[in-house]
């Protein structure tokens, strides 16, 4: 099956900074990779998504990059928020004929940002 | 549009006892998917229900059920509950078809069994 793996699992940075996390994904089929943040004492929110044939997506401070290749693909936040700090879930899934859709996801990354 | 719908929030258990969760889905989504998410095994797929049948299931024991309802609301259930169901349960409902891939969580159920 699908294995996600999600690094770093805790990032601290200072507000203002820009924010990475990264994800690997090991079954080529994979053709959905959603993001999601989960504030605490709440469910996961869906942030930005991509599918495998687009490189990019942005939206306002958000953005995602996807190497098919490489099977990696990656969370940027940049000029980050206090109202940033959450943690965040990459996940991975295939989209098929057989309209069944079962995400596996990473392990998720706790992101500080300080004041 | 309303979103993914969970109750109850909160609940206290004893071991032995069963429990039951409920969700409503978002309006028009006709999968519903059943998540336990814990500090040390992050988010696990439990199963999902579409048009009100299981149509996947993860890697949990017997004693963790669900059904759906034609309305799509969808119910799961734990028997002969343990110390270590303490956890988050989410809900996530999608429209379940081929291009309807993403999911939305609700604010999930806590449950501490004692």
């Known amino acids: 099956g699908e294995n996600v793996e999600q690094h770093p699992s805790t990032l601290s940075v200072q507000e203002g900074d820009s924010a990475v996390i990264k994800c690997t994904y090991s079954d080529s089929a994979s053709n959905y990779f959603p993001w999601y943040k989960q504030e605490l004492g709440k469910g996961p929110q869906l942030i930005i998504d991509?599918?495998?044939?687009?490189g990019e997506k942005k939206d306002q401070r958000i953005a995602v990059t996807l190497n098919k290749t490489a099977k990696h693909f990656s969370l940027h936040i940049t000029e980050t928020q206090p109202e940033d700090s959450a943690v965040y879930f990459c996940?991975?899934?295939?989209?098929?004929?057989?309209?069944?859709?079962?995400?596996?996801f990473g392990r998720g990354t706790s992101l500080i940002v300080h004041p | 549009k309303a979103g993914v719908t969970q109750t109850p929030r909160y609940l206290i258990k004893t071991r032995g006892q069963q429990v039951t969760l409920s969700c409503s889905p978002i309006s028009g989504h006709r999968s519903v998917s059943w998540y336990q998410q814990t500090p040390g095994q992050g988010l696990q797929f439990l199963f999902e229900?579409?048009?009100?049948?299981?149509?996947n299931k993860g890697n949990f024991p017997g004693r963790f059920s669900g059904r759906q309802f034609s309305n799509s609301r969808s119910e799961m259930n734990v028997s002969t509950l343990e110390l270590g169901d303490s956890a988050l349960y989410l809900c996530?409902?999608?429209?379940?078809?081929?291009?309807?891939?993403?999911?939305?969580f609700g604010e999930g159920s806590w449950l501490t069994v004692v």
């Open positions: 996530a409902s999608s429209q379940g078809q081929l291009s309807g891939n993403t999911i939305y």
């Open positions: 991509i599918r495998s044939n687009v």
């Open positions: 996940a991975a899934s295939k989209g098929g004929t057989g309209g069944s859709y079962i995400p596996t």
């Open positions: 229900y579409f048009s009100e049948t299981q149509r």
